[in-house]
């Protein structure tokens, strides 16, 4: 009698998995075969289950996101409408969400990070930023608790092609760190380009130093990712480390030296 039971239990968890009987199958006169075989069923449909359910949650959220962003975009697209904008400045701010849906689906780095508790924000950006403080050589051997408040005052901002980031002879209060992108260093009427930057370089930090005007003009060549950092914030920052203040006020008499 229990056997047939078990023949019983096997056909209906054969069915109920959906995995059928296949072209191998157990020995019906052997309960161990029986039972082994409906334990890799339900461990089957349950790993099947577990994958399908995770893909449809990550399209479900993605759906969500993407849905936000676009009721975003018809908004700005419906107030340049009633605001007659020009179709081209219409089509580039068209571009412009077209590249932040692809680049950041939808996320602001500065939205997040302002969310975060005092606990753990510094940690937070510290992590996000890590690779790029590291490649500037005024920071090299900082105290790393220095470092983590200068990571929060990172502000990510976005270029669109032939942007001009600095204008020559502006007076300069950030620096920039690119994330992604392409930059270039023009001359003052634009014609002569002495470099291009890409990712992970960075330009202005003189102005971190220095009140001075830009001795350069830098425009973007394509949609650029970068991060600023105010002279406001840095002082405010350097100013808890005196060591480090003298040290940039040595370096900031030098460039003025050499400037001479």
């Known amino acids: 009698m229990m056997h047939e039971y078990v023949k019983a239990f096997y056909w209906c968890t054969s069915t109920v998995t959906t995995i059928g009987y296949g072209d191998i199958t157990p020995d019906h006169?052997?309960?161990?075969?029986?039972?082994?075989?409906?334990?890799?069923?339900?461990?089957?449909?349950?790993a099947f289950g577990y994958t399908i359910g995770n893909i449809a949650t990550l399209l479900t959220n993605l759906d969500i996101a993407k849905t936000r962003h676009r009721e975003h975009v018809d908004a700005v697209d419906n107030f340049m409408k009633s605001k007659k904008m020009p179709k081209k400045l219409q089509e580039r701010v068209h571009h412009y969400y077209n590249y932040l849906w692809e680049?950041?689906?939808?996320?602001?780095?500065?939205?997040?990070?302002?969310?975060?508790?005092?606990?753990?924000?510094?940690?937070?950006?510290?992590?996000?930023?890590?690779?790029?403080?590291?490649?500037v050589p005024m920071?090299?051997?900082?105290?790393?608790?220095?470092?983590?408040?200068?990571?929060?005052?990172l502000k990510p901002c976005i270029y669109t092609p032939g942007d001009a980031i600095c204008t020559y002879g502006e007076m300069g209060d950030k620096m920039y760190f690119i994330n992604k992108g392409l930059v270039e260093v023009a001359s003052k009427d634009r014609k002569d380009v002495y470099a291009t930057l890409k990712d992970g370089d960075f330009f202005g930090e003189i102005a971190l130093l220095?009140?001075?005007?830009?001795?350069?003009?830098?425009?973007?060549?394509?949609?650029c990712d970068l991060f600023s950092l105010s002279k406001e914030s840095f002082d405010q920052v350097i100013s808890d480390y005196p060591d480090f203040e003298k040290n940039i006020q040595q370096m900031a008499r030098e460039r003025m030296n050499n400037g001479k």
């Open 29 to 46: 006169n052997r309960n161990i075969e029986l039972i082994y075989t409906m334990a890799v069923e339900f461990l089957g449909a349950g």
């Open 103 to 135: 680049s950041r689906q939808g996320y602001d780095d500065a939205t997040i990070l302002a969310e975060l508790p005092e606990s753990f924000k510094y940690e937070f950006a510290a992590v996000l930023n890590k690779d790029i403080l590291k490649k």
């Open 139 to 153: 920071f090299k051997g900082a105290d790393p608790n220095m470092l983590k408040e200068i990571a929060v005052c």
């Open 210 to 223: 220095l009140k001075q005007p830009r001795n350069a003009t830098i425009r973007s060549i394509d949609y």
